[in-house]
Structures are given as structure tokens and as C-alpha cells.
């Protein structure tokens, strides 16, 4: 019986979203280009400011960060679906949503290929979208086999950085230090999560490549900005002015991109 009443959930989804009578708000950037992929992106409302790819999304009405966000900014554009990620909001936020008869579906982030696929693969099924998650997922796989990265032999050190001022290094069990990993690359730095950056723990990892987010080397002058932190001038990367960038949702998203972010990072700290 209750595998019944699952598939008629799934059939009532899929009509809905077909009639387009489902409004959806989503709260990560990975999520909200998975439901543009699905063909989605006309029941978006709204998303928050992680959601950049594909560009239109930029267009949509934007409920802020998803650490930061409100009920009332979501509520004001009366979806009937919220998307996102475990972990990432306040639980006072998630109740007042569903205290308004709003159905709030989040997903856990796991930081690996497989993470992705099962992200794709829950998504479509609360989306009754299984069918296209089928297709994508293909195409997904198809790519990740046709990868071919081997250890480069180089330390990376991923630098989160929002001006000079405030300046994080990304240690183990965050995503960009999977993303290290998996372009071939091995993680500077010891420790776990983020920390922020000092001339002292710099000078120690000494990295023979520092990756930054497109924005994050913006905001603290380039290249030649970030080569006056002090300590950076010290360090195999610093000498070599071995510093890259990296548009910051393909980098750390997770998402379909998976492939093409590998293969650039790759490309980027051997080269």
C-alpha cells in the first residue's frame, strides 16, 4: 500500500510541474542548474546568490545566501516547492516554511562523482523528472570515463578569499580539497576545514600552486595584488607566479559540470 500511494506522489508531482502549476525556490547553485538541465528553469521563482550557471538565472529573483536567508524573502514569492542542501539553513526557517504548507525537500552534499549522481538521481525523483535524470546521468558518466588524470605531483593550496582582509585556506574534508584530489593534485595544507590564512601557515605549506576563485582574485587585485599578501612571495607558487583562478560555482558546485571542472583544475595546476 504505501508502495502505491509513493507512486501516485511521484504521478502528481509530475503532472503538476507539467501543468505548471509548481513553483519552486531553490537555495544552491548545483540544484538550481540541475533543474535548468531538467528543463525546468521556467518553474523557478526564485534562487539564492550561489545560483549563477546558467547566466539566465540571473534574471530570477534572488532570496540571498542560503546561511543568511529568511522565511519572508521566500515566502513573498509563494513557491510551492523550496529546494536545497542539508545543513546550510537555520531549522527556525525550515519549520516557519512548513508551517506555511510550504514542502521544503533538502538533499545531503556529498564532495565526490557518486555524490553527484545521487544528487541528480533524488532531484529528478522529487521533481518526477526520472526519466531525463536517466539521460543526464548518461551523458554524466560518459564524461567522467572519458577523464584521464593522473597525480601531478604538485601542492595546491585553494585560497577562499573576499579581499585581502579576509583571506580562508581550504583544508581536508571541505569540497575544494576534494576537487585537489581529484585533478591530480595533492592538498598543501594539513588540517581540516577552513582556517584563515597567516604568512606564518603559508610560508610552511609552501605550494607550488595557489588556486582562487575568479571573484576571489578580483576583490584582491589580481595576480599582482595577491602576490603582496605577505608570505605568498616566499613560496614555490609566489616565486613562480604560479597563482590561478577559477569561476567559483564550476570549481566547488559539484554538480553536471563535475567533469569539465576536473579537467580544467587539472590543466591548471600541471601546466
Request: glycine content about 10%; hydrophobic content about 45%.
Amino acid at each position: 500500500m504505501m508502495k502505491y500511494f509513493s507512486f501516485l506522489s511521484v504521478l502528481l508531482a509530475s503532472f503538476l510541474i507539467g501543468k505548471g502549476q509548481q513553483r519552486i525556490v531553490s537555495l544552491h547553485g548545483t540544484i538550481s542548474e540541475m533543474i535548468c538541465a531538467f528543463g525546468l528553469e521556467d518553474k523557478l521563482v526564485g534562487v539564492d546568490v550561489t545560483s549563477t550557471y546558467p547566466a539566465s538565472l540571473q534574471q530570477k529573483p534572488k532570496v540571498g545566501h542560503n546561511r543568511t536567508i529568511s522565511a519572508e524573502n521566500i515566502l513573498a514569492l509563494r513557491p510551492d516547492l523550496v529546494v536545497g542542501m542539508q545543513g546550510e539553513f537555520n531549522s527556525a526557517v525550515v519549520e516557519q516554511l512548513k508551517g506555511a504548507g510550504i514542502k521544503v525537500t533538502l538533499f545531503p552534499s556529498e564532495y565526490d562523482v557518486e555524490g553527484t549522481r545521487k544528487l541528480l538521481t533524488a532531484l529528478g525523483a522529487a521533481l518526477g523528472q526520472q526519466a531525463k535524470a536517466v539521460t543526464l546521468l548518461k551523458d554524466f558518466d560518459s564524461q567522467v570515463a572519458a577523464l584521464k588524470i593522473t597525480p601531478v605531483g604538485r601542492k595546491v593550496l585553494m585560497v577562499y578569499a573576499r579581499g585581502v582582509g579576509s583571506l580562508q585556506v581550504a583544508g581536508s574534508g571541505t569540497s575544494l580539497d576534494k576537487m585537489i584530489q581529484l585533478a591530480g593534485g595533492a592538498n598543501a595544507v594539513p588540517f581540516d576545514n577552513f582556517k584563515p590564512l597567516t604568512s606564518e601557515s603559508l610560508v610552511a605549506a609552501n605550494p607550488d600552486v595557489i588556486v582562487l576563485f575568479d571573484s576571489g582574485l578580483k576583490s584582491v587585485g589580481g595576480i599582482d595584488g595577491f602576490l603582496k599578501v605577505p608570505g605568498v612571495n616566499m613560496t614555490n607558487a609566489g616565486k613562480a607566479k604560479k597563482i590561478v583562478s577559477m569561476d567559483g560555482a564550476l570549481l566547488s558546485g559539484f554538480g553536471l559540470r563535475l567533469p569539465q571542472a576536473i579537467a580544467e583544475l587539472n590543466k591548471k595546476i600541471k601546466s
